[in-house]
């Protein structure tokens, strides 16, 4: 079978992953509505491209909070990715290093952060957290990413508590007893862990605002927060102080019928008027979405799913395969529409209105 | 079989129920578009979550005409509960007070209304009317509503001539023999009761705003009106001294082809200024259409089909589970949109001009 | 089977007719989408109907060119009438005065018009006329119909040569042998009648509006042109001098992706400013369809093929089954849109914008 | 089978092509998303048809750029007509002459443009030109080209780089051995010519507006540029001197998800006020889909793939079928639509915001 495009790395992954693993990584909230319209929102947008332009000689590079990547994509932070691949997110880090790219590992990882960093020396990583209940817990994970060089620190905001995703529910998903949220043992011992590998109800539900000072109070990191949908939340990101937003709406896996985020990420960066940094995750299936997200004014995409096909494909090289394909597939967009670096993008490439 | 949302339910009815009982559950007029459109209209509503809320403590109670309900969802009136479960009306009853939350029985009850009030004493309930062309028998249901503890009436509007749903046509649907119009019993003896166990034509048609003055005179209970889906007629409403007007298409099974319900509760809404409560049936099938619906000014939604795949399920407890699926769904929506209590929920946190 | 909708008796049509009749009743032109349009832009159209008015004595009569009709539906002008029922337009002519309506026989009938006439003294009938190359026969038609008490002469505007209807080239579609073109036999005695029963391009491609004074001349009954779909042909068939209109594209037989009639209704309505009657025909398969004609400011309805699958069903009968089902619905589709009778009817009762 | 439509002659090729020669003809970028948009955007074009036009004699003849076609259809550059007809490109030109109109003969056909010329001595033909990173072939050809009698040069401008189909990387798609790129035989010896016969990487993607002045300082031939979708990139045309503009999307086979070109086309055509003459190729299947593109301003348009697929079925014969079916197709549809000369037609004629 040749791998010509991200969905053929689905469908291997829909293949050959235990159904249970399938169904936790691909599952949306309720109806799946906003999972799938973060696909679909891409293709109601429409380019104009250029012609004519030297494209001989592409740049595609750029810098995410003053680091160089090798093209404007990295990995969103999911849990659990020795689901997809033995070595798990040791694989990943792997994988983002020998594509020059960043990697957000997420709480949720089942290999220790220390395992990640020594899998990939020296790689672009960032680290998100989910606060606890437990604020301890989450306080020394912060300190230990610092320590390791993590360099960001990506708050999500938009899991007060779990999104209610049926297949989980009817397959009663837990980890297999053989993994465990590495960054976590010892924290809930004893505890009922039937949510996630976790005690049910076991993050913050009271995390506000003013909890974005208390990890500043933590970490000289920059901070992220990610899952912002409007532009009041845009305005109150940049007034309490982040260094960057990613408009996510967790890949439709939270609170269903939301805004697509392609869709939300025009009324963010429109918000936000270059203050900080803006990025985007969810739907991302092509190279031309990643030129339709920076002509939106997006500096950076992420991945999630496509990422944990590449894993299930064939662990690091898989996903180094799924970055590539996406690599080409926007260089050659990008030409194609008459851009030969990335500065050049911009909302002239782009009309929103066609259905 | 795992009960995880509502249509699992809907799933568990069309499986169980005899042929003819399913069909005229589900029957809509004519096309039954306006019966799917009232599904569809809620999935063209986005939600603009807002993030970093305290959620941790979240209070879904309301109240609706002074009375404290425990979340805005009630049983809209539906005929002939017998169809789904032996017990009919009365395991509705219970399963409406176990939830705390209110039953509008209707005139088309296979069980009296003494029956029902002594099924569970105490719960909140209000009574539908139709008016009959005997006007006697419907100021004697009034007057027996009101005796027994009935806390509103309903008056449904929209029903001057029975619609035409094309499946009880060719199913020459009546009731079972041992089913019967318990509240009507008597009223129309001797004649040929083969329309939905009443003569033909019983209904009066006749009736007109003025009749809202004769319901005034015949009870001191508040009155509601049930059908309205324009604001020429909220307009209407509120000057004829109603108390609450249900933006109801009689859940698509009478005019064809008008709006869907939450399409219509907008310019209600708009028309009715606050002056009476407004509410909303038809559609609504998980947790977050009562947040769209509340959202758009409805202070509380009634559910019709739900409610009867519930009790065929099981009875009362069935419809129980209905009920705190949706209870629990709504809490975690209206967490997710940043929401608390419901006094935080209004119109920011919906756009509607997504397709 | 009961037939309890007018899709009913298209499926029997479907079934029992021959194919290559089914296949020419049927047929569009080109892809077909014109004739599909037709239905689907009513579904567009959304009713707004007002709640507690007296509806119990309900008159749906209307007249049209001061004639009286039981309800403004009649018979479009559509050819072949055996083909779908041996008696064919007699018997036609016999259900529409059967039930009080109007009959519009098509220059295409496999009657005569003494036929037709002498089938049902009495009943309402138009003429329709096309102009033949041969002005002789047209003049003759048009002398013969005023004299046999036809009250109306409708031009079709829209046929200066056939439409392309792939089925048909497909099918070679030719009248059987024992069929004939009754009121133009002689009239081209000899030649290859390969097109429909006639020559090839018989039809006159030169009639241009001027040619209505020339019909003018021939008659003193009232003209009436059909297949206008534009405000620009609208306000030139006032100034002509015609008596009606009917908004028609020839049900999708003629140029395909034209405007749905409903859709074309509205501007031709505009623009005509009640200076004549407009009617519509293509489209309607309910009593719904009707009632939103009527709002957007049809006078009456005409309807082709659901006439065509009631004679396939029962002759006479069938067709009689078909328009008081239509009928039917009609009256219930008033009162539950708050009409008692035809005058009530008005714009106030749609929204158009709703997809 | 009768060929009624073109259609028809899709689904021959479709069957009776090897898979390989099929896929490359039928081929879009990357979801074919354009590909299909290029046939639906004409779907979504409403007719506004004149009646009562005399219509007796049309006359569907054009001019571009001063020589007379039959009608206004045109054959567009495609390469390697031998996959689909043994002859090619031979066959091509003698079908072209045949019906009176113009053939743009590709850089990439598998005959010479000698042969070509040789076929159909006196056709009216344009040649189409890739510009290599080997500029003396270019130039070689172009001046061949005028030598031969051809009366305009096209430039391709939208493929600095070829866009990534699909379905060729799956076939690993390469011409057939005994086939070859005739009019660069001998440019590219020895070389690894793994990409659609050439070289990977053999065009020269650092052309620029200002290489219309090198082409115009090579030949005297009037200078068409094919690709152009924006307004900005239409004035630059006009600016440099241009005779001719296709509006194009390379029948979708480039950047995937830009405009339908009959969309594009109004933009372009607003931009050139009429200072050159402005043609459209992409998603033309019926005659009518011609007379909006006329209507929307086009002077012509080219078909691609259907020409291929009247080659697949019969060679020149073949091809002429299915010219004669779309001339036979828009004769029709311009006098349905009340025209009788091309002059007539003009933006009165259609309706662009229907969905």
Not at 88 to 98: D, H, N, Y
Not at 177 to 202: I, Q, T, W
Not at 256 to 273: F, S, Y
């Amino acid at each position: 079978m040749a791998m010509v495009c991200l969905s053929d790395f689905e469908a291997y992954a829909k293949k050959y992953l235990p159904k249970i693993a399938w169904d936790y990584f691909a599952a949306g909230a309720d109806d799946c509505t906003t999972r799938d319209e973060n696909i679909l929102a891409y293709k109601r947008i429409r380019f104009r491209p250029r012609m004519l332009r030297d494209v001989s000689i592409m740049d595609i590079r750029t810098k995410i909070l003053g680091s160089e990547i090798s093209f404007p994509v990295g990995i969103a932070p999911t849990g659990f990715h020795q689901l997809a691949w033995p070595d798990g997110e040791k694989s990943t880090a792997r994988a983002a290093r020998a594509m020059s790219t960043c990697y957000i590992a997420s709480t949720y990882s089942t290999c220790t952060l220390e395992e990640i960093s020594a899998a990939a020396p020296g790689g672009l990583r960032w680290f998100q957290l989910y606060i606890h209940r437990n604020r301890a817990t989450s306080q020394q994970l912060v300190r230990q990413a610092e320590a390791l060089g993590f360099r960001g620190l990506v708050l999500t905001a938009d899991l007060p508590y779990t999104g209610k995703r049926r297949d989980d529910v009817r397959n009663g998903f837990r980890l297999p007893p053989h993994m465990k949220l590495k960054n976590l043992e010892g924290a809930f011992e004893g505890d009922d862990c039937s949510e996630y590998g976790l005690p049910p109800n076991s993050l913050d539900p009271s995390v506000t605002w003013n909890d974005i000072y208390w990890l500043r109070s933590l970490t000289r990191l920059p901070i992220i927060i990610k899952g912002i949908l409007t532009r009041e939340d845009a305005e109150l990101a940049v007034r309490h102080g982040v260094q960057g937003i990613i408009v996510s709406n967790h890949g439709g896996r939270q609170l269903d019928e939301g805004p697509a985020t392609i869709d939300a990420l025009v009324e963010v960066v429109e918000a936000v008027r270059g203050r900080v940094e803006v990025y985007v995750d969810g739907g991302i299936r092509k190279g031309s979405d990643v030129l339709k997200a920076l002509a939106l004014g997006a500096k950076c995409v992420f991945i999630g799913r496509p990422a944990l096909w590449g894993l299930a494909y064939k662990g690091e090289e898989g996903l180094q395969d799924v970055l590539r394909i996406l690599q080409d597939e926007f260089r050659l967009s990008m030409a194609l529409a008459g851009c030969a670096n990335v500065s050049e993008i911009g909302p002239h490439l782009v009309q929103l209105s066609k259905l």
